[in-house]
């Protein structure tokens, strides 16, 4: 331990935080020197290895500094447009003012609550997700990230049911915490690990329904009930795959039939992504659980929710309401957030937005697609959740790599190797959107060239 170099070196980082301007050059490339020798040396060398193809630009590595709705630029001062959209976190953008705006605000009077006493905003963002919700969803509980809120469905499901089993989709994500992670539909990340959630987990195909009628029927007749379904309302990291149209309703149906409940995993899909406001509204089901993160803080604070029916939470509540707590979840600042967050969204109607974008690019991409089948397999999606599946992971790796050099950020997906996601803020513009699509198309032609 050094305790003098830890405070001159926090001293000097401190001074560089505190710039209003983007650093000198000479201070720019120390910067980046410093960072990728920081997160190979103490953060993650495997991390910094993997994703060296797309964080190199020229002769320095991107290192990024500031951004503006769907423009980021590295320390260096370097413009790229943002097509990856923090994978669902950034559908206002980057740095949207009025989100910033409301948490410096909160900031100035109170960051974080004492948890003892009653503090008004996480009451007034429970209650504006009462008001978006579908259905009669009523109560939430907030934590930071998504698979916190996960966590805590699998809990209240647990609580009400008094049931352990869970039906859970191939290819699904659902976080990497030790819940989380059980009901993960890849063994990569949950293998690793061992022995995990000691309920029974089922996994069935995406999309089938039969398969999750069945799969309640067995569980009901060998005395395993379900406690609960827990899907996606489309795959994200598996490749922005959508379910056909009768998939919702019939698992709907057959949940109320077996006495489980329905827990939408919004987190990814919700406040707009998709083209409707909550993804699963796009067939008109109402869910007994609701999981929602990424976008909430509106790209500005972590913060994270699970929102339920007053009958379902009511063993949250009593005889313990401190059943499920966490001492900084639905903080001042993460709730002043929100708050924002939902405020814009509701205003500027970004979801529509979304399905108006979405279906431009959409076009345009199927036209690559078809220009291009030594190179494409298939586009998916709905919205601004764009998946473009290649021949190989080799090619998708090649694409990613063409568009960055290019000046455009997109990544691939955690459970589909092969698939490149298209998830920009929805706050994008039709000239950006233009702008995409040409670099695309160079980077597309170069690969073809080299075939």
Not at 112 to 124: A, H, K, N, T
Not at 178 to 184: A, I, K
Not at 282 to 292: Q, S
Request: charged share 20%; aromatic share 10%; glycine share 10%.
């Amino acid at each position: 331990m050094n305790y003098t170099n830890a405070l001159n070196y926090s001293n000097t980082w401190l001074d560089i935080i505190k710039q209003d301007n983007f650093p000198q050059q000479d201070q720019a490339k120390w910067i980046i020197e410093e960072s990728k020798t920081n997160f190979a040396e103490h953060f993650n060398r495997g991390w910094l290895e993997y994703r060296k193809s797309v964080t190199e630009a020229g002769d320095w590595a991107a290192v990024e500094w500031t951004g503006s709705g769907a423009i980021f630029k590295d320390v260096l001062g370097r413009e790229y447009l943002d097509c990856l959209g923090g994978f669902g976190m950034l559908d206002l953008g980057w740095s949207h003012p009025e989100v910033v705006a409301a948490v410096k605000a909160q900031l100035e009077r109170s960051p974080m609550p004492s948890q003892e006493l009653i503090d008004p905003l996480r009451g007034v963002l429970a209650k504006l997700l009462a008001e978006i919700t579908p259905g009669d969803l009523k109560y939430s509980w907030f934590a930071a990230s998504g698979t916190e809120s996960i966590e805590a469905a699998l809990k209240i499901a647990k609580l009400y049911t008094g049931r352990s089993a869970f039906i859970v989709a191939v290819k699904a994500f659902h976080g990497k915490t030790m819940g989380s992670l059980s009901m993960l539909g890849k063994s990569d990340y949950r293998a690793p690990m061992g022995p995990m959630y000691a309920g029974q987990v089922y996994h069935v195909p995406f999309g089938d329904a039969e398969a999750v009628e069945r799969q309640l029927e067995i569980c009901d007749k060998v005395g395993i009930p379900v406690a609960g379904v827990l899907f996606e309302p489309i795959q994200g990291e598996a490749g922005a795959i959508v379910p056909p149209d009768d998939f919702w309703p019939r698992v709907r149906a057959a949940t109320k039939k077996y006495g489980a409940l329905l827990i939408a995993d919004e987190v990814q899909t919700g406040l707009g992504r998709t083209g409707k406001l909550w993804g699963i509204e796009h067939w008109n089901v109402v869910p007994d659980i609701l999981a929602v993160a990424k976008s909430l803080g509106g790209g500005v604070m972590p913060v994270s929710a699970v929102t339920t029916t007053e009958e379902i939470f009511k063993p949250m509540m009593y005889p313990n309401p401190f059943m499920h707590t966490t001492t900084t979840g639905g903080g001042a600042l993460a709730c002043a957030a929100a708050i924002a967050a939902i405020h814009t969204t509701l205003r500027e109607r970004l979801w529509e937005q979304a399905a108006q974008k979405g279906e431009y690019l959409m076009s345009n991409l199927q036209k690559f697609a078809a220009q291009y089948p030594q190179i494409y397999e298939k586009i998916t999606g709905k919205g601004l959740l764009i998946g473009m599946h290649f021949q190989s992971p080799e090619i998708g790796y090649q694409v990613a790599a063409g568009l960055f050099k290019r000046g455009v950020l997109v990544a691939g997906t955690l459970t589909s190797a092969q698939t490149v996601r298209i998830e920009p803020p929805l706050v994008i513009t039709r000239e950006q959107l233009d702008t995409l699509l040409e670099r695309l198309g160079g980077a597309l032609g170069e690969i073809a060239a080299s075939m």
